[in-house]
């Protein structure tokens, strides 16, 4: 085997954006003795990969450059080494948890389970942080949006209504339901109509 | 009546069309079923969304079921052709210095003769050719390794072919990354559009009848879910008879456009559907009869020796034993689920499961139900054909 049985891992960590690539770095650098190198998916990657050579690629399932370690996964020449795809392991259930979590990982061929089991668990575990935080920040966002939406339903209403702040606020509650929709979704239908009149 | 749901997943490509319009148009629900359309980042992800079980089919190039039978590639699980989605659909494109160059040596970019353009391209060439396409296992690689050879352009050693997902394609040519490229549509026209690039060639020059994308799924799917496979055979049957009409062109562009398949404009959609294209940055068009086939010439039919033929080209290009390749490939492609589930409803199946890829040269009468049944030309460019049966049958005359 050509790879270094006992020295640092060598992880080649493919990612666009600097924070997430810092806090997946973090977490590969707990788990022991490991390099890692950040590197962007443009399109040289393969020539960048060839050049580093290291023991496991990592990359975001979403990012389109995947396709271009495929072809790296063949390379068979006697001085190449040979990249075999984690996919085909027999810990099918880290694999599957390694999809759910939207990460993927090339592996060099012969690299031993032990040594690659705690780098995967790290990735997995960042990775469900990610893709947690990303629900997280659309639902504040929406949240905030509907918040905006509703404030100009009220201000419409006290114009047009002449009433007060909690007067339009208990009007649109009440139609919300009556007609059994979600509140947000009156205040905008009423903005919609206001806009069209106008 | 919303029946079963099952979950497909496309790449945002013209010749995800079948599946968009199965849902879209309503014939997935006349076969009783609601289809979960998930647009894939890749080629790599979608294939393992499919080998993990995530989706239930795919949308998927046709080399990629035969990688999987001959243990190339990242994957190993059995992956069954149940249908062709497409018939065609590529483009051979080039930076604009090599087109300039092109020209300089009087090629005229007439968008039809790939001996022509093919010579022209090799002795236009500075150094190796770099080519970009999609993926290491599609019909673009096996299209430009068999054209390039032919002209006698060493193939894998003499072209540099490298992979890049079609969307950074005309990134990649601006970049000089690569020299050229070939790719599904609408990304050759979109690198036109960036005025990057200039298209050579339709796939279609170098093979006239490439079954480009199958509707791939799980072997033990097939074999598990014969009614659900049979269904969704008859809907994107019934969408691509439904795409062969060209009335229905202008409305497929739109579907397709919409943010949650392709995202692009109906305009540069339309191109692959109509076949009419801007082959250059100066606005000159070129017409392509045939660019890419849903339904004409029974195209959807999964003929055992067209995987066959991209097993041999595979085999011949990685160094593995063709005849085993070839043997491995015969029961990939599914002509008998295809035609089970269509039997009474497709007048004009196919009698036979297998042909000579390469030997219709004019259109010609076939056996089938009806006996109506035309198979358009099939040739390749230089005119060679493809037996499966003589590559097999004499091996087996020792064996026995």
């Known amino acids: 085997m050509l790879w270094r049985m006992n020295g640092p891992l060598s992880i080649a960590v493919i990612e666009n954006d600097p924070d997430r690539a810092a806090l997946i770095s973090e977490s590969l650098h707990a788990t022991g003795n490991v390099e890692v190198h950040v590197l962007t998916g443009a399109a040289d990657l393969a020539e960048h990969i060839t050049g580093l050579n290291p ?15 495929e072809a790296m996964a063949m390379a068979t020449g006697p001085l190449e080494r040979p990249v075999a795809m984690f996919v085909d392991r027999s810990d099918e259930s880290l694999t599957r948890a390694a999809i759910e979590a939207g990460v993927s990982a090339y592996v060099v061929d012969g690299l031993h389970s032990d040594r690659l089991k705690p780098i995967l668990d790290a990735a997995v575990s960042r990775f469900n942080m990610f893709s947690r935080m990303r629900t997280e920040l659309e639902t504040t966002k929406r949240a905030l949006e509907e918040r905006k939406v509703i404030d100009r339903a009220k201000g419409l ?42 | ?124 060439a500075r150094g190796p050719l770099r080519v970009g396409v999609p993926f290491p296992f599609s019909m673009h690689a096996e299209l430009l390794y068999y054209w390039l050879s032919a002209l006698g352009l060493p193939a894998p050693q003499g072209v540099d072919i490298r992979t890049v997902p079609p969307p950074l394609m005309a990134e990649a040519l601006k970049a ?127 003929w055992r020796s067209q995987a066959q033929w991209i097993a041999h080209q595979l085999a011949a290009r990685m160094g593995l034993d063709r005849t085993v390749a070839v043997e491995k490939a015969k029961g990939v492609f599914r002509p008998d689920l295809y035609r089970a589930a269509l039997e009474g409803i497709a007048p004009d199946l196919p009698g036979a499961s297998s042909k000579i890829e390469g030997a219709v040269e004019v259109e010609t009468p076939v056996a089938s139900g009806s006996g109506r049944l035309f198979l358009p030309p099939d040739t390749f460019f230089d005119r060679r054909s493809f037996d499966p049966d003589a590559i097999i049958a004499p091996k087996n005359l020792h064996r026995n």
């Open chain 1, 55 to 69: 023991d496991v690629v990592l990359i975001d399932i979403a990012n389109p450059s995947r396709d271009m370690l």
């Open chain 2, 1 to 124: 009546m919303r029946g079963p749901a099952l979950s497909v997943g496309f790449i945002p490509l013209v010749d995800a069309a079948p599946l968009v319009v199965a849902q879209e148009m309503g014939f997935a629900a006349q076969e009783g079923l609601a289809l979960d359309l998930v647009r894939a980042p890749s080629w790599s992800s979608l294939r393992d969304l499919l080998v993990f079980g995530r989706v239930d089919a795919a949308h998927m190039l046709s080399p990629v079921p035969v990688a999987a039978a001959l243990g190339v590639g990242g994957n190993t699980t059995a992956l069954s052709a149940i249908s062709v989605l497409s018939v065609n659909g590529n483009v051979v494109g080039v930076n604009l210095a090599l087109a300039q160059r092109l020209r300089d040596a009087g090629h005229g970019f007439d968008f039809r003769d790939a001996a022509a353009a093919g010579r022209a391209l090799i002795a236009a």
């Open chain 1, 157 to 198: 209403l006290m114009k047009a209504r002449g009433i007060d702040e909690d007067e339009a606020y208990a009007l649109l509650r009440k139609t919300a339901m009556d007609q059994g929709k979600r509140l947000a979704d009156v205040a905008q239908a009423l903005v919609t109509t206001f806009g069209l009149l106008s």
């Open chain 2, 176 to 302: 000089g990354e690569i020299d050229a490229f070939c790719v599904g549509e609408p990304w050759g026209s979109i690198a036109v559009e960036q005025g990057v690039g200039a298209l050579l060639l339709p796939g279609s020059a170098i093979w006239s009848f490439a079954p480009e994308k199958v509707l791939a799924v799980r072997e033990d799917w097939a074999a598990s879910e014969p009614e659900l496979s049979a269904r969704l055979i008859r809907a994107v049957w019934h969408a691509g008879r439904w795409l062969a009409n060209p009335d229905s062109r202008v409305l497929a562009a739109e579907l397709l456009a919409r943010p949650e398949f392709l995202d692009l404009p109906p305009e540069i959609i339309d191109r692959a559907l109509s076949g009419t294209f801007t082959v250059a940055p100066t606005g000159e068009q070129r017409q392509v009869d045939g660019f890419v086939e849903f339904h004409r010439g029974a195209a959807t039919f999964p």
